[in-house]
């Protein structure tokens, strides 16, 4: 169980890396007015999501499941502290999948939103990361 626990918190790691990333790249590539700078972006865009955030997603999402694997269906039922995380964790990857659709539009020079509207979003994350952290260490239901 402990090796499981520990690549999961690996992959967390390098997802919310990437989370944190990809958006703020979106705030740079939004202020972006010369094509060199916007082929670019596009380019580290595209490998930091490819390369780095849907790996890291995925390989967290199959370490949680095997963490979850060592405990009872009652258990699990008993935890809800962890009912609440799943939910932020489902929310989670809404924005992943979200942030992929925001790189889609980059990608084909279809962007609507400006440079506020990326740094207001690349905050989002950091809110989830709080609240996981804290129902994962304090348990507080």
């Not at 992959?11 to 939004?30: D, E, K, M, S």
């Not at 997603?57 to 009912?83: E, K």
Request: glycine share 4%; charged share 15%; net charge positive.
């Amino acid at each position: 169980m402990l090796w499981a626990k520990a690549f999961h918190i690996i992959f967390v790691v390098t997802w919310f890396a990437a989370l944190f990333y990809l958006p703020r790249l979106f705030v740079y590539h939004a202020e972006c007015d010369d094509e060199a700078g916007n082929e670019r972006f596009k380019v580290m865009e595209r490998k930091l999501y490819r390369g780095i955030m849907m790996p890291s997603a995925i390989l967290t999402l199959i370490f949680g499941v095997w963490t979850l694997s060592f405990y009872s269906l009652d258990q699990i039922l008993s935890m809800h502290w962890l009912h609440a995380k799943l939910l932020l964790v489902a929310i989670l990857y809404g924005y992943h999948g979200y942030c992929g659709k925001l790189l889609k539009q980059f990608s084909n020079d279809e962007n609507t939103h400006s440079h506020i509207f990326y740094r207001w979003f690349n905050e989002f994350p950091v809110f989830i990361l709080i609240a996981a952290v804290i129902l994962v260490v304090v348990k507080p239901f």
